[in-house]
Each structure stands twice: as C-alpha cells, then as structure tokens.
Nanobody
C-alpha cells in the first residue's frame, strides 16, 4: 500500500517562495504520474500541476510561469517550487499518487499574507 506525505508548507509574504515536497513509498515511484492539487478556503479542490513518469508537466493557468513541478525518482519524491506567491495561492496543498483511483497525502497548509 502506498503512503504519501507532504511537507514544506508555511506562512510566506506576497512575492515570496516556498518549496513543497511529497514523498511516496510502497510502489515503484518512477512508474507513476504525480500531481499537486490545492483547496482554498471555501473553494473546491483544483489541479495545480502534474508530472508524468516521463517528466512531462502541465500547469493550471493561474500558476503558469510561477510554479515548477519536478521529480526525483531516486528519492521517490516530487516537488513543487512556488515563486512570486500571491494571497490567492493560500490553500491546503495535496499531493496525489496516480495509482488506480489515486492516493492522497494529508495536505500541507500554505498561507500567503503580509
């Protein structure tokens, strides 16, 4: 059974940066696509970025040019580098391991505020 654990959230001022990490265990990590989602206050969960097992990436329009998703298969980890953060990026960020129906992590809170 796969386990997914996110880390790296916190409080940051507008314009600042954070890097989220997501470690997955229990499966052959390199064989699966991964994704980051977020759920802001009073909003539905939305896709932020995805990365295939081959390294192809896709992004929500709202984060293009500011966020970068990457993966390190040797460390069974996917990252989300978030730059030029805005208050509207405030949300709980979730990592999803794309096996079958998918396995979610517990989420990590990102708050962008001055």
């Amino acid at each position: 059974q796969v386990e997914v654990v996110e880390s790296g959230g916190g409080l940051v001022q507008p314009g600042g940066s954070l890097r989220l990490s997501c470690a997955a265990s229990g499966y052959i990590f390199s064989m699966y696509n991964m994704a980051w989602y977020r759920q802001g206050p009073g909003k539905q969960r939305e896709l932020v970025a995805g990365i295939t097992r081959g390294g192809s990436t896709n992004y929500a329009d709202s984060v293009k040019g500011r966020f970068i998703i990457s993966r390190d298969n040797a460390k069974n980890t996917v990252y989300l580098q978030m730059n030029n953060l805005k208050p509207e990026d405030t949300a709980v960020y979730y990592c999803k391991f794309m096996n079958g129906l998918g396995t979610w992590g517990q989420g990590t809170q990102v708050t962008v505020s001055s």
